[in-house]
């Protein structure tokens, strides 16, 4: 069974203990995303910086070279240089992979991809995880809530460049591990 796993920085893994170079080298093998993986092989097409229309180009150009994979994404703000808006390329993927019989899982870094939907009803929620409040919750951040909210609001250490560390995402997993259990691993 193959995990492919698309985002930015985050899924990338940029500044985990094991992220080689921080940005330019490999990507980490900690990550909510990894561990889902767990021990199936694993490919991370995710890197720092990207908007939601690169993790799209660079997931279906993984997925169009394998077969009999899951896929997990977490989606970057919206604010991010592309030329359709963040619901457009959730719905163009989400098509391309019910199209392809591919189980997936979405989420995202903050909910603000989710609350600035023109085109809310054409997502499939169900194909979800997203946030509960963190311990400390915010009162401006709206619910539902995305890993970056979640991980600061839970008061999770960040790095220097305000990436989620290794505790943010290992709670993160074990939250989103029924979920991605239910809708990913046990399709494959």
């Not at 767990?38 to 490919?43: K, P």
């Not at 085109?119 to 946030?131: A, G, S």
């Amino acid at each position: 069974m193959i995990i492919v796993a698309g985002g930015d920085s985050v899924i990338f893994g940029s500044e985990l203990q094991d992220c080689a170079n921080g940005y330019a080298g490999s990507f980490s093998y900690k990550t909510f995303a990894a561990l889902l993986a767990g021990n199936n092989e694993y490919y991370c097409t995710a890197y720092p910086g990207i908007g939601n229309g690169e993790i799209v180009k660079r997931l279906r150009e993984k997925l169009d070279t394998i077969e009999h994979c899951g896929v997990i994404v977490s989606w970057t703000w919206p604010y991010r240089t592309d030329e359709l808006t963040a619901d457009q390329h959730i719905i163009k993927l989400q098509a391309y992979l019910k199209d392809r019989d591919i189980p997936y899982l979405f989420t995202c870094l903050d909910n603000c991809v989710c609350n600035e939907s023109q085109r809310i009803d054409e997502i499939d929620w169900t194909h979800w995880f997203l946030f509960p409040a963190g311990t400390i919750p915010i009162q401006e951040t709206l619910n539902p809530r995305g890993f970056y909210q979640w991980a600061v609001e839970s008061k999770y250490k960040v790095g220097p460049d305000m990436h989620p560390l290794e505790d943010a995402h290992q709670a993160a997993y074990n939250l989103m591990k029924g979920k991605f259990d239910e809708l990913v691993t046990k399709h494959l």
